[in-house]
């Protein structure tokens, strides 16, 4: 079967336009990259300024004061954090007993960090200071550390749930107190220095999946811890792994020693709290000038119940007890085995940042402004350095008290001032009235504050229907947090994170692009089932891979690429024949009749005299036959072809005497392959050998294979590898898809003729 296809070609001189001239042409004058003395002036036109914009960058509060509304915002900043003081208080004491430390010291830890975030942060909505999952943790630690040190054993001869029970000594609080202190300071430390070297990118490494999953098991790990209080028990500590399940157990073999009055006020506490938080505060929203304080409303009824009734002495309901008034002094940390647990502390540093900034940024959405994710680092960091000094344990944004800051109005963090001033005359003045605060009542507060954790399950139906991995993330981060640990569940979950990005990478599906029309410049678009029409350029595949191309995901890359295209693997290699010119012109049917023999290029001058005996004995391979010459209908090849005769040393005088045949392979009707780089924004040493190699792979079977729509980083890559934008001798680069299509296609009016021999 034979035939017929015109083909295109460039001008018979070849143009090589340099960038320089292509930039003076178009108009563009491209950026130069500064050098590290022209980036500070660049950035500060005088030393003023660039102290100012330092200033100003690092304590974000004087911007605040500076721009401050007084009239419109003062009012609402003071009624947002005076509501936020008032749940501070009651979580503080819950989150610190939860972090197996007296509840006083959840009062300093939600004030001088606050106030330290005030001057530092650059977020106007989130309150910081004590979380559930981050005293989950410090609990980890300081139960770890007590036991090798052995401080509930020597110093009070229990070894219970109720960290309280423990606090008979004063060496035992001193020592746990230490521990939590000196975990607080290395995760201010670890946070001030990854804000310091920008690492606030690493928030973008946790997936949504992950970070939901961590959560929700750690929520369950906080439940289980409350439950013995809100039941009134007292059972065996459990620091081993699977955690979860041996509590529960435990909790069902005392179930007979129950205390039905706890039973009793953990019931109304808890309905109490969620009719106001989940019914009032929400459906009632417009009637309501502020969110009803519903915390500081239980905290102060138990109070007052607990003072009329006596519950402890009457109801044997267990009470907070002793809580020192006043503020301590500053100390320094407990750092005697620090080595031991600094790994927990870089985690916990991890995780505080997570929670915290990803609030920040949806507030900072919602409300049309930007945080600076640095420093906020930062700003986390300094918070929890000073507060290490001054008997304070690490923390978070907590969702319950942000949500209050931004229902109540809040407009910055001002309103944290006034939270601070609340907080501060609860340790100095009101710190005795919460010595007969009953324990199930705050550890209702702390139950209720986890229920928009547990809304986490409704994830699940979404990253089922979206995306597998994500749901599967999820679940195992969630399991392993549960019947694991918390420790285990966090690696797990960033692990299986990262794991999921390769695979997905690997697994990633090319496609070729298709016209959408017949024109000679076509627009290109992805195959669709909505067009079932679209045609390939002829002679052209445009090959789109939508990822990075790097070690893990090269070999998918050459299978697809092969798949839809063609494998120069399979394909007969390149080949030149050099026949009398006569046998051509003056039979046409003589190619089919006497097969003419395929000789590689190195030897076709030695095979040009060969007698037509011999050339008849030889088998034919399908080929492309270039006619050319005097008489033919082709004057001149393209210079990919040029280059070829020129390699054979043919001369011209020998060119008006002969037909050169040119083989291309059996069945492949592609002249060249056209990589689309658009979506491809990193390659990696292994990609960029790879391409060179299809090159090469892709140039012997008589393919051209060149890139085109490459980004600058991607360009700046290729060109420290060689391969430089233009008709480069490694790879060709063009600067869009429709540059390469025209320069490498097939059009008509062409004076070169093409005739296809299968």
Known sequence: METATAMSRPSDTTIDIKQKELNITSDYNPEKPMNLQEQPKSQCSSIHGCMKTSVKSHLPFIDI???????????????????????????????SILASLPPVYGLYSSFFPVLAYFFLGTSRHISFGTMAVISLLIATVVDRESERLGLDEDFSGTNTTDPLSSYTKPDAVATKVGIACAVSLLVGITQTLLGIFKLGVVASFMSMSFVGGFLMGAGFHIAMSQLPFLLGLQIKKVDATGKIPVVFIEILRHLPEVQPAEVITSLVCITFLTTIKEVINVRYRKYLCMPVPAEMIVVTIGIFVSYIAKLEDNFDIAVIGTIPQGIPMPEMPYLSNAHTYIVDAVIIAITSFIISVSMAKQLAKRHNYEIDVNQEFVAYGISHTIGSFLHCFAGA?????????????????????????????????????????????????????????????????????????????????????????????????????????????????????????????????????????????????????????????????????????????????????????????????LQREHPQSDVNMDNAKENYHSSQANVDNIPSTPYIEIMWGNEGTAQKLAIDQKETVCSLGINDDMKSDHCIVQSAGADSDINCIVIDCSAMAYIDTAGICLLKQLKSDYEEVGIKFVLASCNKGLLTKLQLAGIKPGYSKVIAVYPTIHDAVVSNGVMENSDLVVSSKL
Request: proline content about 6%; overall charge positive; aromatic content about 12%.
């Open 397 to 589: 944004q907590a969702p319950p008290r942000t949500i209050v800051h931004d229902a109540t109005g809040g407009k910055t963090q001002l309103a944290s001032l006034f939270s601070c001033g609340l907080v501060l005359l609860a340790c100095t003045v009101m710190a005795p009235l919460f010595q007969l605060l009953p324990k199930c009542v705050v550890a209702s507060v702390v139950l209720v504050a986890l229920f928009p954790l547990f809304r986490g399950f409704s994830d699940l139906k979404f990253f089922w229907s979206v995306n597998r991995y994500d749901f599967a993330v999820w679940l195992i981060t969630w399991a392993a947090v549960v019947f694991v640990d918390v420790t285990s569940g966090l690696i797990t979950g960033i692990g299986l994170s990262l794991l999921t990005v390769i695979m997905q990478s690997k697994l990633t599906q090319g496609y070729l692009l298709s016209s959408t029309d017949k024109s000679t410049t076509p627009d290109l678009t992805p195959p669709s089932a909505f067009n079932k029409s679209l045609e390939h350029v002829p002679g052209i595949r445009v090959f789109h891979f939508p990822n990075i191309l790097y070690f893990a995901n090269i070999e998918n890359f050459k299978k697809q690429l092969f798949k839809v295209t063609a494998n120069p693997q399979k394909m007969p290699k390149l080949t030149v024949k050099v026949v009398p010119k006569n046998l051509v012109t003056e039979n046409s049917n």
């Open 65 to 95: 004061l500076l721009n401050y509304e007084w009239r419109n915002w003062l009012v609402s900043d003071m009624v947002a954090g005076l509501s936020v003081g008032i749940i501070h208080i009651p979580q503080g004491m819950g989150f």
